[in-house]
Structure formats: C-alpha cells, structure tokens
C-alpha cells in the first residue's frame, strides 16, 4: 500500500465519515420546535457541558501519543476538536448561548491543544520558543476574559484556533508516516503564523472596540503601501498579489467591525484610503508593469485606478444620500476588492498582453456600471455551509503553503481566479433562476 492510500484508508476516510455524521446528526436531530426542546431539556447536550468534556481530552491525547498509538491519537483528538463545530450549533439553533460559554468555549480548544504544542516541543517537533510565544499570548488572552466585556473569540482567535489544528494535523501526518514530500518544510512557519495570529487575538482584546474597524483598515493600507513597494521594486508581481489578497481578507471584515463596535469619526475615510491603496493604486501598478509598452501600461493601470477611485467615491456620496449609517448587502457595479482580485490575477497569470488588456477594461467598465452584485461577506458567505468554507479554506492554505515553499503560487492563483471570475459572472445567474410563482 502507497503512502498516500494508507492516508486515505486509515485518516481521510475515517476523518470525513466521523465529520459527515456529526453533520447529519445535528441536521436530522434538530429540524422542530419538539427536538429543540429535548435537547434543551438536556444538561449534557448543554454546549457547556460538551465545551467542558473536552477539558481533558488533549491530556489523553498526549498520553495515546506517548503510549504509541498515534493513528489511534490523531482520529481520537479529530473527534473532540469536531464537537467544537457541534457544541455551537446547538447553541445557536437551540438558543443556548450563554455568556459563560463565551469563555467556557475557547478555554477548551486551548486545553485541546496546548498539551499537544508542548508535547511536540518537548520532543523537538516543533520550536520551543515559537511555542512558548504563542502559548504566552494564549494564557494572556484566556485571562483577559475576566476584566473585558467582550468575551467571545474574535476573528483572529478562530483563524488561531483552525491553524493550529492544521499544524497539528500536518504534525500527526509526518509522524505516522515519515516525511511526507508536499509537507516539507511547512510545520515551523505554520507555527509561526499561529503565533502571530494569537498575538492580534490578545491585541484586539485590549484595544478599545471601536477602533477595531480602524485598525483593519490600517493593516490593509499597509499591505497597498507594501505591494505598491514591492511592484516599484522590481520584486515579483505576485508577491505585491498575495498582499492584496490580505488585503482583502482585512477589507471583508472592517465593515462589520465598524457595524458591531462603532467607529471613530473618520474610519470610513481610513477604509477608502486603504481600499484605493490596495485594490487601486496597487492592483494598477501590477497592470501597467504586465505591458512591454510602459505608455500602454500606464494608460490601461491609470484607467483601471480611476474606476476604483470613482466607484469608492460614488458608492461614499450614494450612501449618504440615501442616509444608510450600515453595510449594505447589494453593491451596484463591480466592489473594487473583486475588481482587484480579477484585473491582478489576470495580469499575473495570463501571458497575453491583449487578453490582460480586455480583461483589464471589461473588468473597470463593470466597477462604474450599475450592474447589481451581491455583498459577498453579507449575503454570499452565510448561505455556504460551514463544511464547505472549512474544507475550501483548509485546501488554500495548504496549496498556499506548497506555493511558498516552492516559490510557485500557480495552484492558489487558479483557485483564486475560478471563485474570481464566478462572482464576476453572478449576476447572469439570475438569468438562469426560474421566477418564483405570483401568489
């Protein structure tokens, strides 16, 4: 038997049928207000009482690990870490949510993991001062949760808590089944990562809610200033891409930040700057750069840059207009996030000037059109299952992490340019959709 099919066999298969289950198990048994009720009746299918069970479980993982029984330890710690998933639907469809659970809840995934991290650290696995750090900012934030208001994990916590199950997950491979070719050199900087993503988690305890959605938008200005550096550099263009994309990811959060917390007076100037540095003045760089004539570059760049620059100045002066104080969950023409994605990647990746050229401008012509498109963060995003996010991200982490490991980022542009260039085409979707019956 090949490696790869005793990983099948013996991980993946086991893994996605015990994940497959609990999905079921909580559709099926949670569908009416008479199964609502049972459960709540209930107290050990409480989620605190579930977040509290696993309390010990990553002890008695170590301890399988330590026994040698490692495939035994990994489907043993995979089954708690997925009542993680279980403990808060329940919570949601059963409205149990309590505000001790805001604490019960992340202080069992840190009792699932951590002695594992330090287990691993133990016996060289991992780095030990990589783990201390992160472990430091861990135990800092658990203990913060006693004097905040905000108890719940915030978004860097979650991206926390899923990487370090992915570091643990590529650890667990590695060990069972030697070196493993597309794994190489991926544990330190996943930790590292980790490490930093509890930093912001502890950070963004400590600084006062309303400036959250300022701070988002900083962070995606600095990584426009950062591309913009990178492509007048001469450095390659893909890099000054990857900084867009987290860009974007910190630009698909801010106005939520801003809706939930508030904000100061002038962060929605700060997310305007930020989003024509990044999606912008960024994305028009890498364009004019595409192009062996710089005068065609810089035409087609600047035209690129205008658009953005008019559809975030149109959408500001509409918005007030309209007195809307929120989001809104319909954009009219193309948001300049998904223009950057498809302009960028098309530059990046097709090597046909004429074709990056009518991308380019179909692509600017549909950002100042008043074609209706969806708010992907607020109308999109919640109407995908859990699963498939989680499945979907995990499989572009990992090929992201291949890509930085090689230097070749073909795989994570193309997954990136199909879910690009799809958004791009959903409004023709409702072309397709049958009209619902008039009553």
């Known amino acids: 038997m090949t490696t790869n099919s005793a990983i099948l066999i013996e991980i993946a298969i086991p893994v996605l049928l015990m994940l497959g289950l609990e999905r079921f198990a909580v559709a099926r048994f949670l569908r009416t207000p008479a199964q609502i009720a049972w459960v709540r009746r209930h107290g050990w299918l409480h989620p605190n009482s579930i977040s509290r069970a696993r309390y010990p479980m990553g002890v008695i993982s170590v301890i399988l690990l330590h026994l040698g029984f490692p495939r035994l330890c990994f489907l043993f710690f995979t089954f708690w870490m997925i009542t993680d998933i279980t403990d808060g639907e329940i919570a949601r469809k059963c409205d149990l949510h309590t505000e001790e659970g805001e604490t019960i809840d992340p202080l069992s995934d840190k009792l699932m993991y951590s002695p594992m991290l330090i287990y691993l650290a133990w016996l060289g696995w991992l780095d030990p001062l990589l ?55 991926t544990i330190q900087p996943l930790l590292g990562i980790c490490a930093a993503l509890a930093f912001c988690s502890l950070a963004f305890k400590l600084i006062p809610n309303y400036w959250y959605a300022n701070i988002l938008s900083i962070m995606n200005l600095v990584c426009g200033l950062g591309g913009c550096w990178v492509v007048l550099a001469g450095g390659p263009p893909v890099y000054a891409l990857g900084l867009v994309f987290l860009g974007q990811f910190l630009d698909l959060f801010d106005g939520r930040a801003a809706e939930r917390w508030g904000s100061t007076p002038k962060g929605e100037i700060f997310d305007d700057v930020a989003d024509g540095t990044s999606f912008g003045l960024t994305v028009g760089l890498i364009v004019a750069t595409c192009f062996t004539q710089l005068w065609v570059g810089v035409l087609i760049g600047g035209l690129y840059l205008g658009a953005v620059v008019y559809r975030l100045i149109r ?83 990992f090929l992201l992490a291949q890509g930085v490991r090689r230097d070749e980022y073909l795989a994570p542009l193309l997954l990136s340019y199909v879910a690009a260039l799809s958004y791009l085409a959903s409004p023709l979707w409702r072309l397709f959709r049958k009209p619902s019956p008039k009553t």
């Open 131 to 185: 783990v201390g750090l992160f472990l430091s900012f861990d135990i800092v934030g658990q203990f913060s949760r006693n004097f905040i208001k905000v108890k719940a994990a915030n978004l860097f916590g979650k991206a926390k808590t899923f990487l370090v199950v992915v570091l643990l997950i590529v650890v667990g491979l590695e060990w069972i089944y030697g070196p493993l070719p597309l794994l190489a050199r």
């Open 315 to 397: 959408f500001v002066v509409e918005k007030r207009k309209q007195g809307i104080l929120g989001g809104v969950a319909t954009f009219s023409g193309l948001p300049s996030p998904a223009g950057a994605l498809v302009a960028g990647t098309t530059c990046v990746l097709v090597p046909s000037q004429a074709v990056n050229g009518v991308i380019v401008v179909a692509t600017a012509l549909l950002m100042i059109s008043r074609v209706p498109y969806a708010h992907f963060g607020r109308t999109i995003l919640p109407k995908i299952p859990k699963i498939v996010l989680v499945l979907v991200l995990g499989a572009f982490l």
